[in-house]
């Protein structure tokens, strides 16, 4: 996994990168541009973070909207005592990966593995889905039988080509 932090303060990036155990880390400060040069692809290798600060809000609204179309990244917000995500996003995709400031690099590898896992599990499903419309939809024949020849399954062509339904077979 490749590590981008936006708007981060110093002391939020160097608890981010001793808590990131990845080859790649950019952490951007407060005082950088963010250019679309410096947001990555959408990728399952990257882990986006984003920290909210006031001082920032217009860029955070910006940086948010870009990544919320990131749906293959993984995506972490730093929340302060003051800044919550409902201030600039009620998009439900933010309020999964929440980290509220103060935290440790030990406490941060626990909310990105957490991330990670929550991301391959949205994948997952996404292909599942995709896979199930594909076999629902399909012109030809499909059964599925498990090991001892029992049918677990049979398409909608199935049952239109041999006038079976699932429950007959």
Same mark, same amino acid.
């Given at each position: ?31 950088? &541009? ?72 030990? &406490? ?62």
């Amino acid at each position: 996994y490749n590590l981008s932090v936006f708007y981060a303060t110093r002391e939020i990036c160097r608890i981010v990168k001793n808590g990131f155990s990845g080859p790649g880390k950019e952490c951007f400060p407060l005082s950088s &541009e963010i250019s679309d040069i410096k947001i990555p692809e959408d990728s399952i290798e990257n882990i986006i973070v984003v920290e909210l600060n006031d001082k920032f809000r217009l860029a955070i609204k910006e940086i948010l909207e870009i990544i919320e179309e990131h749906r293959n990244s993984v995506r972490i917000v730093i929340e302060s005592e003051t800044e919550t995500i409902y201030q600039y996003s009620r998009n439900p995709v933010f309020h999964k990966n929440i980290i509220k400031f103060p935290f440790n690099d030990r &406490e941060f590898s626990m909310i990105t593995d957490l991330a990670i896992e929550r991301q391959t599990l949205y994948l997952l499903q996404k292909k599942s889905q995709l896979f199930s419309e594909a076999v629902n939809q399909s012109a030809n024949s499909i059964v599925i039988t498990n090991p001892e020849g029992v049918i677990e399954f049979v398409n909608p062509a199935f049952e239109e080509i041999t006038g079976y339904s699932f429950n007959e077979v």
